[in-house]
């Protein structure tokens, strides 16, 4: 099991969080996703590294901005 974490702007609520989760959650490899909606952390985990890349795009496609790694 690997992880990362991101930091993810623009989230401001519970429902927030879930279209993050259920977005990043979608990509092939990821096991579990962790949001806490009052830092912006992203942590991502999976059984192998997960290539930022998709991570980024899946959080656009939810509606929010990927800021740091």
């Known amino acids: ?22 977005e990043v959650g979608k990509i092939a490899g990821v096991t579990a996703v962790d949001v806490d909606l009052a830092t912006g952390k992203v942590t991502v985990t999976g059984d192998d590294p997960i290539d930022e890349t998709l991570v980024r795009e899946a959080v656009e496609e939810a509606g929010y901005e990927l800021t740091a790694v």
């Open 1 to 22: 099991m690997t992880g990362a974490t991101y930091t993810v702007s623009g989230m401001t609520c519970g429902h927030c969080v879930g279209t993050v989760k259920s």
